[in-house]
């Protein structure tokens, strides 16, 4: 295994349309976690899926996002009607929980979007 | 509120010269844990130490360490004859434990980014 995969590297598109961003994470991992990076500061927390179920979003998962992790393997991010203000990193990462909780979170090299 | 503060914005060394990455948190609970992760130019984040709120013992890995004060809330980071593939952005962080034990729903602060010059 490889480690976190995340595509496409690198997202332009223009204002209003709907991208879509993938995420394929350790494949042992159980916990799939998002977060957005804007340039200069730290990742935020977007969300976070134990196998198939979302068990928490921040509040800076706006309505025109979205997220599903159908079978527990993959992950897909999506967002609508897409505006400047949402060019950023997006980065994805993989842990193992278990009966105390999760190990280390490994990161993929995260989706790079602009908006114009 | 939770939150981590990197006051260092910068820093600038010259190889084999030692430097501390500071990192200083607040938050209300008691058991808590800390992070230290690396972020080189090609973007993924690579995960350095995870230190839980009870163990405030100091840790060496090579050559780095890190230095947990609860008294000071602070978490400092040290490397020592520094290189020039340390060279990157590292950010501190905090998680909180929730019922399902430690997660990686990680507060980041905003960075320290270290350029080791040869």
Redesign the interface.
Known sequence: DTG?SQNPRHKITKRGQNVTFRCDPISEHN?L?W?RQTL??????LT?FQNEAQL?KSRLLSDRFSAERPKGSFSTLEIQRTEQGDSA?Y?C?S?L??????T???????T?LTVV | AQK?TQAQTEISVVEKEDVTLDCVYETRDTTYYL?W?KQPP??????LI?RNSFDEQNEISGRYSWNFQKSTSSFNFTITASQVVDSAVY?C?LSE?NY????????????TLLAVQP
């Open positions: 976190v916990r976690y977060y200069g500061q730290g990742p935020e927390f976070y928490e990193m980065l990462a842990s929980a278990g009966t105390v909780g999760d280390e979170a490994f990161f993929g090299q995260g790079r | 981590v992070f992760y090609s973007g993924e984040l690579v995960f995870r950010f962080a434990r399902g034990g430690a997660t990686n729903k990680l507060i980041f602060g905003t960075g």
